[in-house]
């Protein structure tokens, strides 16, 4: 018998609108859903500065991490959704101060728009142990 899909999800982070998880796990691998910039009551950082958006994304992110047994140094990959290239070098910033020492593999990728008006959204692979 297979090992089953583990569903994650943590109150800290907003329940999903759509018909997907904020994380699944299979083993020791987690892979975190897209993660846009709502707060965990429900508010919305769309129309705000790109930073205020980033440093939600990547809370929210975290956030669904460590609810699976992850740190930002157990994090294999990030893929970001950015809508403005000049937002770049904030982005850069903002993931550097949280994610510390820890060099995930990522690829930022340049988007005309996201859903619901955000500027950045970021998903992430993780690894427990």
């Not at 089953?4 to 997907?20: D, K, L, N, Q, S």
């Not at 859903?115 to 690894?127: K, R």
């Amino acid at each position: 018998m297979s090992d089953p899909i583990e569903r994650i999800a943590t109150p800290a982070v907003p329940t999903p609108a759509g018909h997907y998880s904020q994380a699944t796990a299979w083993r020791d691998l987690v892979f975190v859903s897209g993660q846009l910039g709502p707060r965990s009551d429900g508010s919305h950082t769309a129309g705000e500065p790109f930073e205020v958006q980033a440093r939600q994304v990547l809370t929210n992110l975290l956030a669904i991490l460590a609810e699976a047994g992850c740190g930002p140094e157990r994090v294999l990959r990030c893929t970001a959704y950015i809508v403005g290239v000049e937002n770049w070098p904030v982005f850069n910033r903002v993931y550097a101060e949280m994610f510390g020492a820890a060099k995930p593999a990522r690829t930022v990728v340049p988007v005309a728009a996201l859903n619901h008006g955000y500027l950045v959204e970021v998903e992430a692979i993780g690894a427990r142990g």
